[in-house]
Every structure is written in C-alpha cells, then in structure tokens.
C-alpha cells in the first residue's frame, strides 16, 4: 500500500507542468503594475531635486514637464522645449534646447520608473537571473531606438525586478555624454504616493573602467564600485486625473 501510495505521488509530480518563464515584456508588465507607476499615465507629480523644483503633468499621451529654479522656468511637453528667464521666454540654439531638454527629462523619467518602459523605442531582453544580497531578481537589459530613442538613444540600461515582489531594487546604466560611464544604483528609501512607489537611490561607479555593465552587480556584491552621490526626492505629492 505505501508503495503505491509512494508510486501516485510520483505520478501526479511527474504530471504537473513546469512553471512557465515569463517574457521581458511580461516582467515590465507586473513591474509596472506592482510599483503602481500605471497611474503615472494620468497624473500631477510635483517633487524637488537637488533645490530644484519639479512638476509633471501627464494625461492621455499630453505630457508637461516642468523644471523651476532661481528665476528660470523650464518647460518641455509634446510641442518642444521652452525656457523663461523672469517670466520672458527666451531665445535658444538647437544645442542649448536639446541639452535642457534632456536635462529636464532625464530627472522626470527617473523619478517614475518603471514607467516609460513600454515607450514604443524600448527594446528588452531577459538576462541570466541575478541574486544580490540574498534576494533574487529578474535581469532585463534595454536599448532604444535611434527613432524615438531620444539623443541618448545610445545608452544602455539593466534592471534588477524582485522575482517575488515584481519591484525595481537596483538599476545600471552606461552613458556617452561627457566621457561617458557607468552608474549603479542601490535603493536607499522607498515610499508610497497616492498609490504610486518612489524611491531613492545611492549612486555608485565602478573603481575600474573594464568592469562590464552586465556584471556590475557581481562588482558591487565585491566591493568594487565607488559611491558618488544620492538620489533623493523630497516634498512628493501626487494627484491621480481620473
């Protein structure tokens, strides 16, 4: 009897299908849905920034991204970039616009990530899973288009996705402006706005140019990156537009 007891136990094992892999695409998915950034679509987000202030308004695909500070207001939405100076707008070249512009945009876009993961220019691919301090993560690389990539389309990001809690714990990127580099960043504080997850990073470079942006996280788990600043939001409010 325990024989067959032992020998049905085994079969049923034997019959159960394996646990399906999920996709990069469906990894974003619960990332974003689980963090709560979904509702970044439709909202008012004001925080300030290294005694900057900054403002997004988001609603239907219409976005305004607003930066303030000393006198200068800088504004970039569907139509472009604009800056004031005491309430007058101000004449810029291409280089200038283009360089505020991405400025502006770059602090908005970290502040609600995951959001923006789908934007038509990402491209994603599921990297060998990662285990950090203990905990594992799912690893996804992204690019951009050249098409709608932005001017640092060329950059090239990693993210660390809990495999339980489906959240946003370590980041990585390289970049090409201004010699380019790497960053990794740990998450320092996190909290909840109105649904939505916002956290704040401790910022590290690697002590050796060599080390890989795909194996920074080994590097940091060996004590070769160096920290360089934070990342710290303050004064977050959020209102959801229903």
Known sequence: MRFIFILLSVFIISCQSPKKELS?????????????????????????FRDKSYFAYRQNGNFKLIREFDSIIDGLTNEGFQRFINLEKQELSKEDASKYANS??????????????????????????????????????????????????????????GKDDFLVDYLAYSYHTNGGGKRFRVLKEQCIKNGIRFVDYHNYKPLNISISLIDIDKAFENNQLKKVS?????????????
Do not use: M
């Open 104 to 161: 502006v945009n770059s602090v908005h876009y970290f502040s609600v990530l995951p959001f923006g993961l789908n934007d038509k220019a990402v491209h994603k691919k599921l990297l060998s899973s990662s285990t950090i301090k203990g905990k594992e993560y799912y690893k996804i690389e992204i690019t951009f288009s050249e098409d709608g990539g932005g001017e640092d389309f060329e950059d090239v990001f990693i993210y660390w996705i």
């Open 230 to 242: 934070e990342i710290v939001l303050k004064d977050i409010s959020v209102k959801i537009i229903n």
């Open 24 to 48: 990069a695409q469906e990894i974003i998915d619960k990332s974003i849905l689980y963090s709560g950034t979904d509702k970044v679509a439709n909202s008012e987000i004001k925080f300030k």
